[in-house]
T-cell receptor, first 113, second 114 residues
Framework: KNQVEQSPQSLIILEGKNCTLQ??????????LRWYKQDTGRGPVSLTIMTFSENTKSNGRYTATLDADTKQSSLHITASQLSDSASYIC????????????FGDGTTLTVKP | AAGVIQSPRHLIKEKRETATLKCYPI?????VYWYQQGPGQDPQFLISFYEKMQSDKGSIPDRFSAQQFSDYHSELNMSSLELGDSALYFCASSSTVAGEWTQYFGPGTRLTVL
């Protein structure tokens, strides 16, 4: 059964600090892994997409890593800002005709001043 | 723990027909989101509702409409179906209780338009 597990479920940090969110998956055959940021009541914003051959990808203050052997990914946020407070969702797609995605439950990040 | 429930799980329709997808959020969740994911594509945000009012609108076609009811369940109504509407439709729910933004996704409804 394809599964995506994210940790921690919630996280509170002070403004300016760094943090790392984790995503473990069992989706097979693996196609790609995406991280989304979503503010409450609003649509998701794509942060990164990573394929099998990519280990690290950065997008501004966001850096995602992927270890396809251990089936783990992390999203590192540096110098956090109050606007980083949101839900961060890991989505893994299978390499099938349907390209079915499996969603993690997300990590709720709260950045406090 | 209770999860987001979507029905039906699979639906087959012909062109120009209508379809209604239902989403039952996790109890006490007040926000519902709808996404459409075509084969090999990223999920596309369609629309969201908070406390029965539309809170955000994405790439939802005019042929589609949605609403959230008093019991917080939501329905996505799709009319004049086209072949390109064949996709997975995900529903997610969340609670606006302070500090909780995590979205919980349902298993999806696979719509096939013939």
């Amino acid at each position: 059964k394809n599964q995506v597990e994210q940790s921690p479920q919630s996280l509170i940090i002070l403004e300016g600090k760094n943090c790392t969110l984790q995503c473990n998956y069992t989706v097979s055959p693996f196609s790609n892994l995406r991280w989304y940021k979503q503010d409450t009541g609003r649509g998701p914003v794509s942060l990164t997409i990573m394929t099998f051959s990519e280990n690290t990808k950065s997008n501004g203050r966001y850096t995602a890593t992927l270890d396809a052997d251990t089936k783990q990914s992390s999203l590192h946020i540096t110098a956090s800002q109050l606007s980083d407070s949101a839900s961060y969702i890991c989505v893994v797609s299978a390499r099938t005709n349907a390209g079915k995605s499996t969603f993690g439950d997300g990590t709720t990040l709260t950045v406090k001043p | 723990a209770a999860g987001v429930i979507q029905s039906p799980r699979h639906l087959i329709k012909e062109k120009r027909e209508t379809a209604t997808l239902k989403c039952y959020p996790i109890p006490r969740h007040d926000t519902v989101y709808w996404y459409q994911q075509g084969p090999g594509q990223d999920p596309q945000f369609l629309i969201s509702f908070y406390e029965k009012m539309q809170s955000d609108k994405g790439s939802i076609p005019d042929r589609f409409s949605a609403q959230q009811f008093s019991d917080y369940h939501s329905e996505l109504n799709m009319s004049s179906l086209e072949l390109g509407d064949s996709a997975l439709y995900f529903c997610a729910s969340s609670s606006t209780v302070a500090g909780e933004w995590t979205q919980y996704f349902g298993p999806g409804t696979r719509l096939t338009v013939l």
